[in-house]
């Protein structure tokens, strides 16, 4: 269903409702406002293009999207990609990038592909979460610690050394500042729900610094001050080239927008007992990722801790989104010089909790006992993302992901081949039509059994188990009750084998098939080589159709296989 929730809300809205979404959406800017600023330098841009992104996105996300109290905005998610991006393509090159995945995402909600993204791996989303928490936590050293480094290299190994080296720089009261904001941060959490433990330390940070004249860097010593509008909207030189070099940065900051969106969104379902539409979400995602960098904003998505703060503080409807984008819009106005005087310590303090919340080492520690090939592909990309890239780790981890899934399916497909001697301990809980107990066998007669899906991770099994058709065997039945599935190359399996057959002369017979193999068999024109009259609903029609090719009379054979069952009761 492609319609805003806020088309719907809006239907039955009333004066109670606005009240309560006014008033959890100021809290919830008073809470954005350091997270975007945070998220802002924390990629390597100005602390003006994260209170931009908060705005513009955040009003988008909540005006288009599938939650009823989803919070858009920038996340740590993106950090490692964003800062990489502008390191080597400039502002520039990220708003491409941004623009493009706003566009695949868009696409993705169309083409209703929200529903697809509960389908990529627990480990792959915990490895590159938890590696992204990582290195958040690495890069908010130097301001935490106060640290006089001029440049910090971009790779996580190459920090290392530099911080080593440059300890003794440390900043005994920029330190102070961080351990009181850490103090407030993480210990008023648990006694004061209304009120933000983060903007609190913000408040008092700020005092402190100001108050007893502290030798502590601020944003505006850093980045000099605030702007107090938002700027016209610029438009990149796209080329092909560029676009060539960034489809895959653009690629994966649209999956990230995607799982960290809807991830978030299905959290919010939970606490509030809703349902999101996915697939609008995805659209709402998109139009901010398109929109936003126009203004000289980053990539955004839902994020799930201000959402939770929107639903704890009684946001109920997409209204509340909106007006905690409107409340950053009056304190980038009117109070952006105020905002200037914050300490980056005291950001980098809420950074770095941030980072601890993301890094999920409660689940990472859990997913170390899951089998080995999740392990390898939980650990695979948590190296992967701290050591290379995201965009590396993401995509390795996928594909690593797809061929242990596909090594899983084929292990759980058999073949194997029933004989005249069948032992009927193997079906002692099959009755009725489908069961072979008890079941005339002709001789000439083979019948081949496949269990599982029937894709091309299992087509060589089938090769390696199936016997040479000899001259002897007039008919072959391939029962495939329970092959739920077939893909085109399970599909060409069967055609080769059934060539194979036409040589030796041998009739081909398929028995119990089901609803997708026989349409997908049938578009691909296997049906109809097969004939009609070759393709039985059950083992016992499939025998009849044996014994008529084989000049058999199957009203006598039934007639004594009744009472010989009849003598044996």
Known sequence: MLVPKLVTTLKSYNKHLFFSDVSSGIIVGIVALPLAIAFGIASGVSPNNGIITAVIAGFIISAMGGSRVQIGGPTGAFIIIVFGIVHKYGMD??????????????????????????????????GFTSGIALIIFATQIKDLLGLNIKEMPSEFLSKIPVYMNNISTLNIETLIVSAISLFIIIGLSKFIKKIPSTFIALIVGTLIVYIFGLNVETISSRFGALSNSLPSPQFPVITYSKIYDLAPAAFTIAILAAIESLLSAVVADGMIGGKHRSNMELIANGAANIITPLFGGIPATGAIARTVTNIRNGGKTPVAGITHSLVLLLIMLFFGQYAGMIPLCVLASILVVVAYNMSEWREFKAQLKMPKSDVVVLLTTFFLTVIFDLTIAIEVGMVLSAMLFMKRMAEVTNVGVISREFDEKQEIDDSGVNSIQNKSI?????????????????????????????KSTKVLIIRLRNVPAIDSTGI??????????????????ISGIHAQPMFASERAGLLDKIGEENIRGNIDDALNRAREIMGLPVEKIEAELESSVEKKK
């Open 93 to 126: 090159g990220l708003m491409i990038a941004t623009i493009m995945a706003g566009i695949i995402l868009v696409l993705m909600g169309f083409m209703k592909l929200g529903t697809l993204i509960k389908f990529i791996p627990l480990p792959i989303i915990t």
């Open 442 to 470: 002709p001789k000439g007669v083979l019948i081949y059994e496949i269990n599982g899906p029937f894709f091309f991770g299992a087509a060589s099994k089938f090769k390696e188990a199936i016997r040479i058709v000899n």
């Open 492 to 509: 060409a399996t069967l055609e080769d084998f059934y060539y194979d057959c036409k040589k030796n002369n041998t009739i081909l017979v």
